[in-house]
């Protein structure tokens, strides 16, 4: 029996925003997915020694993904959402890597988890290639590839102008307000 060649669907889909709060005595930041409409900016309260407050939403999307070969499901409950890098940090090791794959016509997508990471790596290496499949299988490779990569490469994305990827609203007619960076 051979192994099953995966082809990979998005299920699950949910979409809403990725909030992020912020701690003024520590200076951490934090996120969670909120289904809400519109999650309520200034929103603070305490926890411990902690006075967190609601700073910022970014719309975006969750997904899980199932092999329509199989059955096999995936489950990205650690992933809140999948990040455009606009090489706003000639430094960071995204938009590094990012530089290098252009020339081989390889556009990167990072995938953005909660904050703070629980771990080093909180997305296996095996989940990346997961998700790098599934945009993959789509496209004409010969042409160009997509490859998707851990936030866990983004050092202080407190300065990172990373915009997530959202299927709401990109086949509007209006021109994007202008790009401004989540802190």
């Known amino acids: 029996m051979s192994e099953c060649r995966h082809q990979w669907n998005m299920t699950n889909v949910r979409f809403g925003f990725v909030a992020f709060e912020k701690c003024f005595h520590c200076s951490g930041v934090r996120t ?18 902690h006075f967190w407050s609601r700073v910022e939403n970014a719309q975006s999307l969750r997904f899980d993904l199932v092999c329509s070969e199989c059955g096999r499901v995936e489950d990205y409950t650690e992933l809140m959402g999948l990040l455009h890098c606009t090489g706003c940090l000639p430094e960071c090791e995204v938009e590094i890597l990012q530089q290098k794959l252009e020339k081989e ?19 296996s290496p095996e ?24 936030f866990s490469l983004i050092k202080d994305f407190t300065v990172c102008k990373g915009e997530f990827i959202h299927d709401v609203g990109m086949l509007s007619q209006e021109p994007p307000a202008e790009r401004k960076p989540l802190f």
């Open 32 to 49: 969670f997915f909120s289904k809400e409409e519109s999650p309520h900016l200034g929103e603070a309260y305490r926890e411990e020694e």
């Open 105 to 123: 016509k390889t556009w990167l997508v990072v995938a953005f988890g909660h904050l703070p990471p629980g771990s080093d790596e909180p997305f």
């Open 127 to 150: 989940k990346m290639k997961i998700l790098t499949d599934h945009f993959n299988q789509r496209r004409d490779t010969s042409r160009s590839r997509i490859r998707v990569v851990s």
